[in-house]
T-cell receptor, first 118, second 112 residues
Framework: DVKVTQSSRYLVKRTGEKVFLECVQD?????MFWYRQDPGLGLRLIYF???????EKGDIPEGYSVSREKKERFSLILESASTNQTSMYLC?????????????????FGQGTRLTVV | GQQVMQIPQYQHVQEGEDFTTYCNSS?????IQWYKQRPGGHPVFLIQ?????EVKKQKRLTFQFGEAKKNSSLHITATQTTDVGTYFC????????????FGAGTTVTVRA
């Protein structure tokens, strides 16, 4: 059974703290993604990575950074947490398909981390 | 940059009725994926459409990709309470093959 595992289901942090959200996948996928989900805004892409040590900014990267030292692990870092970063964070992974054009296959999501910054 | 818009944001449906949710992109897409998120759950892949004008069916769900590859739709017939949840489309474009951008979703509630 394929699996994407996020380290915490619920997290409460104080403003200004450095926060690490960890995600591990066991499918040997090339691509990994971090999204945040807020009511009415859907899934917004923060960062993604298509290879070890590679990272690309998504649509809302401000206030976040990422690390991918190993293929199976993708970490999201909040350098100095703020209350507007209170949200549900979802990690996903996918493999690549295609010859002439590389596309993502279906993405598998973790259970999510609900982060509250107080 | 690439934007994927979904309408409507909310859909309240009487059990047994049909409904359609739409996904529109500002750019031509290479493919489009659809996901369903049950309340309290995480998004789960439903289907991927790649070809212009493609139509795929999964039981009561019909997915369509527009001829211009800039829009897509999901039509559900004879809605059941098990259809409750949020439906997302996710598009990929030629300009950035690895990026998977989601729409805001259509949240469906069903009246029994």
């Amino acid at each position: 059974d394929v699996k994407v595992t996020q380290s915490s289901r619920y997290l409460v942090k104080r403003t200004g703290e450095k926060v690490f959200l960890e995600c591990v996948q066991d499918m040997d996928h090339e691509n990994m993604f971090w999204y945040r989900q807020d009511p009415g805004l859907g899934l917004r892409l923060i960062y993604f990575s298509y290879d070890v040590k590679m990272k690309e900014k998504g649509d809302i990267p401000e206030g976040y950074s990422v690390s991918r030292e190993k293929k199976e692990r993708f970490s999201l870092i909040l350098e100095s947490a703020s209350t507007n970063q209170t949200s549900m964070y979802l990690c996903a992974s996918s493999s690549l398909q295609g010859l002439g054009q590389i596309l993502n296959t279906e993405a598998f999501f973790g259970q999510g981390t609900r982060l509250t910054v107080v | 940059g690439q934007q994927v818009m979904q309408i409507p944001q909310y859909q309240h449906v009487q059990e047994g009725e049909d409904f359609t949710t739409y996904c529109n992109s500002s750019t031509t897409l290479s493919n489009i994926q659809w996901y369903k998120q049950r309340p309290g759950g995480h998004p789960v892949f439903l289907i991927q459409l790649v070809k212009s004008g493609e139509v795929k069916k999964q039981k009561r769900l019909t997915f369509q990709f527009g001829e211009a590859k800039k829009n897509s739709s999901l039509h559900i017939t004879a809605t059941q309470t098990t259809d409750v949840g949020t439906y997302f489309c996710a598009g990929q474009s030629r300009s950035n093959d690895y990026k998977l951008s989601f729409g805001a979703g259509t949240t469906v509630t069903v009246r029994a």
